[in-house]
């Protein structure tokens, strides 16, 4: 596993901003960029606007380029998410970010980055907060970010009482992301191979009857048999149907996986949520779950 280096003091950190664009002023986020001794470069796609995106498909893939490729660069860092990384994923070359690897950080809809990585690559990426969420975040989720990247201790403890998990225990390498664009990249050269594999799942603003959908996809994709352990994070803001669909989201997902017998593991602090804690995707983890609370360790 080529694991990149972990950052120290004075490290440059990259800004760009691969799919949707940003209208709020970032400067308290890169102050607490600075505050951890790192120093953003902030890319042009950051302040570019073209309809939703942060500027055009070649400028965001240009900013994510010379990011990968620059050696002063230590880290890449995603402004937001939105919408827009699968239209510049194939425009990337990943050479010399193969042989040099740094790390690269966001949630939602940077999905498609880890999940592209993950799949050609094996290298680690950071499911974490963005430098737009930093604006909201709590300090925990900051914090785990901050250790994620100067390499100290990142395993996660959490307890959920609104729903039972699955008792057990398992090891694998963690992987996933947001649902909906795990299952938007499908049979392409950025879908992740689940077998043996720890996923992780999150989304925010669908409906109900969708989420049923996108799982009946990846199960019918025999995504959903093969895998180790499912961590569930938070599924927000979701939106229900008239007449309802009549489960909550919970309930629709362990429909999927209740022939199989792996652990499964609820209310994870990660996703579309202030508390957003950084995950590691790309390393292996232990997952011990009981009734009601469950640990995450890296090995």
């Known amino acids: 596993m080529n694991t990149p280096p972990f950052l ?114 094996g290298i680690p990426t950071i499911h974490g907060q963005m430098v737009k969420s930093f604006l909201d975040a709590s300090d925990e989720s900051l914090e785990t970010l ?55 799942i999150e989304d925010v603003g669908e409906s109900h009857y969708n989420i049923d959908r996108m799982l009946w996809t990846l199960k019918r994709a025999k995504k959903l048999s093969k895998i180790a352990g499912l961590i569930v994070g938070g599924f927000t803001e979701l939106k229900d149907s008239d007449p309802a669909f009549g489960q909550r989201f919970e309930d629709i997902i362990m429909d999927k996986v209740k022939e199989f017998d792996y652990p499964v593991a609820f209310g994870c602090p990660a996703g579309h949520i202030d508390d957003n804690r950084a995950l590691i995707f790309g390393k292996e983890i232990e997952l011990h779950i009981t009734k009601s609370k469950s640990t995450i360790k890296y090995i």
């Open 8 to 121: 120290k003091k004075g490290d440059k950190i990259a800004v760009i901003c691969p799919a949707s664009y940003i209208k709020a002023d970032l400067t308290p986020a890169y102050q607490i960029l600075e505050k951890w001794g790192l120093e953003p470069a902030v890319y042009p796609s950051v302040t570019a606007q073209l309809n939703q995106f942060a500027g055009h498909d070649e400028l965001r893939a240009r900013d994510f380029q010379d990011a990968l490729d620059n050696p002063e660069i230590k880290a890449i860092i995603a402004g937001r998410g939105g919408y827009g990384c699968v239209r510049i994923i194939d425009k990337i070359n990943f050479n010399k970010f193969k042989k040099s690897p740094k790390w690269i950080i966001g949630f939602s809809d940077v999905t498609a980055i880890h999940s592209h990585i993950q799949r050609k690559f």
């Open 146 to 200: 901050k250790k994620a990247l100067f390499g100290k201790n990142v395993d996660l403890k959490f307890e959920n009482i609104d729903y039972p998990n699955r008792i057990g225990t398992a090891k694998g390498i963690l992987t996933g992301g947001n649902l909906a664009i795990l299952h938007s990249v499908l049979a392409s050269e950025s879908d992740v191979k689940y077998d043996g594999k720890i996923l992780f």
